[in-house]
């Protein structure tokens, strides 16, 4: 075992928590808590891509590439939140709620600083409501024509990100190939300030 790497995984554990705790602290009930977690949030998932064979039409051949964000986003809620986010079924039927955050908090929310998602994709305007009261993860009709949405409240899902980095570091406490991806791009593209020597 690496104990520097060891250590690198721990310095950046806890400089993700201590900017979980600024936001927390200072929330004030506002879309911006929710920006800004956005933007953390997609940081993260963003550590766990790979690369992928694809297949070019236009060379016919395969190349290796980057997940789209589509996948490693989604495969990331799927891994590290709690179950309760891939087992989540709306009232229409659809199991899709990393999907949902995908377009709506990722491409919506972080990169085009709306909550109707990505046009044209598969995001479904109002999927998902935010909000700043005590429950997470709570079914909601809204009116029709919408589909229905399931509201995310602030401060449960701040914890449920805290659990997902948890989860992600003691991951790669345990699998060499994840841990080596993270260090490469945490030291590529450190957060903010923090700086690994």
């Not at 199991?95 to 929310?109: I, K, V």
């Not at 401060?155 to 841990?179: G, H």
Request: proline fraction near 6%; glycine fraction near 6%; charged fraction near 30%.
């Amino acid at each position: 075992m690496n104990l520097e790497n060891n250590d690198e995984l721990e310095k950046f554990k806890s400089y993700m928590h201590e900017r979980f705790n600024e936001l927390e602290r200072d929330s004030r009930g506002t879309a911006w808590d929710f920006v800004g977690l956005s933007v953390s949030l997609d940081y993260l998932a963003s550590l766990t891509k790979i690369k992928v064979k694809v297949k070019v039409k236009v060379k016919q051949r395969e190349e290796l590439r980057w997940q789209p964000g589509r996948e490693y986003f989604t495969i990331f809620i799927n891994e590290f939140f709690p179950e309760a986010y891939s087992q989540f079924t709306y009232r229409n039927g659809s199991n899709d709620l990393p999907e949902q955050m995908y377009r709506t908090l990722r491409c919506g929310l972080a990169h085009a600083f709306s909550l109707d998602g990505e046009p044209g994709g598969h995001g479904r305007t109002g999927s998902i409501m935010i909000g700043h009261g005590k429950g997470n993860l709570i079914p909601a009709q809204k009116a029709p024509p919408r589909d229905d949405t399931v509201i995310l409240n602030f401060i449960p899902f701040i914890n449920d990100v805290r659990t997902a980095l948890n989860n992600l570091i003691e991951a790669a406490r345990s699998d060499p190939r994840l841990k080596e991806r993270l260090l490469k791009r945490i030291r590529a593209q450190p957060p903010l300030q923090l700086i690994l020597e």
